[in-house]
């Protein structure tokens, strides 16, 4: 990317970019590094760069990182349940950190990262339909490499980048649903072929039929899926 861009067109530019990733419906997997790798492109001043995530049970998760470095700082915050990008997620605004070692905020963490070749941090927070998603962050090798226009950067980065992942996520679960739909039809499918055999066979009625695949289901350990899955192949295999 042209760091020479003004900052509008520079916005623009990664905007364009993340939109040709949404048309193409690619995976949220693949949404992160693509994100992760466009944040440290867009701030010049940044060794590393990572996405923190929660997940459907209030999991923190670096979903994303440009390197080992960003994925051990982020682990101690998460282990210590403090930190910058904890912060940006948790108060919603973004979180700048001169220098880390220094930096009294957050104590434990500050002492835990040590001799980290990483000195600076920046944060903000991914926030969609206000959900916080969890939060953007880039790491910075030298103290106080981040300014008010990397504050202003990140902010607007991170508040398309939101709205991506939200969609992208959306289209997985609704894929995810889908798919489950379609599987739950061919198991109803399957159990009703399995009740006509049984019908014709036994001469008995719908509801007949279906105790007996339920009874016989039990007795075998089995789901009433498998076993009338189990039951048409071997009924097809004999009349062929």
């Known amino acids: ?44 001043a940044a060794a590393g760069a990572g996405v923190t995530l929660l ?37 919603r605004h973004v979180v700048k950190v001169d220098d880390i070692p220094v930096d009294g905020r957050w104590p434990r963490w500050s002492v835990a990262v040590g001799g980290a070749e990483m000195r600076s941090a920046l944060s903000a927070p991914l926030v969609a339909g206000g959900d916080a998603l969890g939060a ?15 504050e202003y ?14 969609n992208v996520r959306s289209y997985d679960d609704a894929r995810k649903l889908s798919d ?15 009740k006509g055999i049984v019908m014709a066979r036994e001469h008995v009625d719908e509801g007949t039929a279906f105790t007996l695949l339920a009874r016989n289901a039990h007795e075998e350990r089995k789901s009433l899926r498998d076993l009338a899955g189990a039951f048409v192949r071997s009924t097809t295999r004999r009349n062929r």
């Open 55 to 91: 997940d459907e049970h209030g999991r923190r998760t670096t979903a994303a990182a440009t390197d080992p470095v960003v994925e051990h700082l982020d682990g101690l915050q998460y282990d210590l349940e403090e930190g910058p990008c904890l912060t940006a997620w948790e108060e």
């Open 136 to 150: 953007i962050k880039v790491y910075g090798r030298e103290p106080s490499l981040f300014g008010e226009r990397d």
């Open 180 to 194: 489950s739909l379609t599987d739950a039809m061919r198991g109803r499918d399957v159990i009703n072929m399995a």
């Open 1 to 44: 990317m042209n760091h020479e861009l003004p900052l509008a067109d520079e916005l623009a530019a990664v905007s364009a970019r993340m939109s040709g990733l949404l048309l193409s419906r690619e995976t949220v997997g693949t949404a992160l590094n693509f994100v992760t790798s466009l944040a440290g492109e867009a701030l010049p």
């Open 153 to 166: 950067l990140l902010t607007m980065f991170a508040a398309q980048s939101a709205i991506l992942l939200a």
